[in-house]
């Protein structure tokens, strides 16, 4: 085990669980990650892999068939995963953000109906707030359900959906003006829909598209997606919590479990960046010694070394404090940024140090370098995060005069 980035306090179970994963991505993961990446093709075999470790079912109650694992596990899992592949965490994650929202906020039959299929990694969760037009904010979306009868008819397009494809349960964030009169606030009058759909791409359900992945800089073998809904129809029963209004709440709940985990696949990458660059500084040689001797690169390394510690410390906090059923935004909007700027950061460090050969596809740092980048943007960009932690601390820190 690797000296930065532990963690006091583990239980003997939650070290077994990390020890497994790490070892899963030693062996499982990291020899193909990069060929599977040039070829933006999807880690069938790592998913298959996972899904017999249990992972899927990780932070699912044991009632459900799951593992019933704290935030702070599932978090630590991922900052594993995402050092052998990002695009692998991002697999995992949203379907624990829908998995976390039908545990926090589904009805009774909504939980028996998907959780226990979910822990086994059965049914594959996605969700979907973004637009085209629209990006963070999300209160200006024009997605709409409309009720009709005992159904809810659904129209709008989606964006930027991780899963879009393999996913077959789909959380879909909609405006429904149903019970809220004019001039209700954007927020108050949105409602969670469970789209259940067969995986793949093309009309996947009647009135329901999935157009085919959208090809990315980096963030490979993951498919991103669009969702096209046009009269597209859902039973009352699977709006989410049985009540329309509630959508906007529900999703920002999930969103901060998966502002910690974007938190946790930025130390991942970080750490296997240092990684990376601290190998490759002891092995090439200029001037008659390897280059690590040279004080720059020394300066460099314990820089990114630093940030390497710093940001998993953030990370660990803004976890345990979602655990405590306390209030996490400040702290998950603070490791979400801070992890993300020091990931891109000490991903290129290891790509300087690298020298020419940084450039060259055959080194795994040229994949990090185009992968660092989407972690500044994925779940509300920098400037998001910046706008909910001053506002955050304004609460804290209001003036008394």
Not at 358 to 377: H, Q, T, V
Request: proline share 3%; hydrophobic share 40%; charged share 25%.
């Amino acid at each position: 085990m690797a000296r930065l980035a532990q963690t006091a306090g583990l239980t003997d179970v939650q070290q077994e669980i990390l020890a497994t994963v790490r070892d899963f991505v030693d062996k499982e993961i990291i020899p193909v990650a990069t060929q599977l990446e040039h070829k933006d093709e999807y880690p069938t075999q790592i998913v298959e892999g996972l899904k017999e470790l249990g992972l899927f079912g990780l932070m699912i109650p044991e009632e459900y068939g799951g593992l019933g694992e704290s935030l702070l596990t599932y978090a630590l899992c991922v900052e594993e995963i995402a050092r052998g592949w990002m695009s692998v965490s991002g697999i995992i994650n949203t379907h624990f953000i829908v998995a976390y929202m039908l545990k926090q906020h589904g009805t009774q039959e909504q939980k028996d109906t998907f959780l226990p299929r979910m822990a086994l990694g059965e049914v594959r969760g996605a969700f979907s707030m973004s637009e085209p037009a629209l990006g963070s904010d999300v209160s200006a979306i024009t997605s709409k359900g409309v009720k009709d009868g005992d159904e809810y008819v659904l129209n709008g397009q989606k964006m930027w959906l991780t899963n879009g494809g393999t996913s077959s349960l789909v959380a879909v964030l909609c405006r429904s003006d149903e019970g809220h009169p004019e001039g209700t606030a954007p927020h108050k009058s949105m409602t969670t829909f469970l789209v259940e759909k067969e995986p793949g791409f093309g009309e996947v359900r009647p009135g329901l598209t999935i157009p085919g992945k959208i090809d990315k800089m980096g963030y490979k073998g993951v498919d991103t997606t669009e969702l096209i809904m046009d009269g597209l129809r859902i039973p009352a029963n699977r709006v989410l919590g049985g009540v329309t209004g509630r959508g906007f709440y529900q999703m920002m709940d999930g969103v901060e479990v998966g502002r910690v985990n974007v938190a946790a696949r930025g130390c991942g990458v970080a750490q296997r960046a240092f990684e990376l660059g601290v190998s490759y500084a002891q092995q090439r040689h200029t001037f008659g010694k390897a280059i690590a001797q040279h004080q720059a690169i020394q300066f460099k390394l314990a820089e990114m070394a630093t940030k390497v510690e710093a940001a998993h410390a953030m990370m660990v906090n803004a976890a345990r404090k979602k655990d405590s059923g306390e209030r996490n935004d400040l702290e998950a909007g603070m490791a979400k940024y801070l992890a993300s700027e020091y990931c891109k950061e000490v991903v290129e460090d290891a790509f300087r140090i690298h020298g020419g050969y940084g450039f060259s596809k055959e080194y795994e740092i040229e994949r990090l370098y185009r992968e660092a980048p989407m972690l500044l943007i994925g779940e509300g960009t920098a400037e998001i995060q910046k706008m909910i932690i001053g506002r955050r601390l304004l609460e804290e820190y209001r003036f008394q005069g």
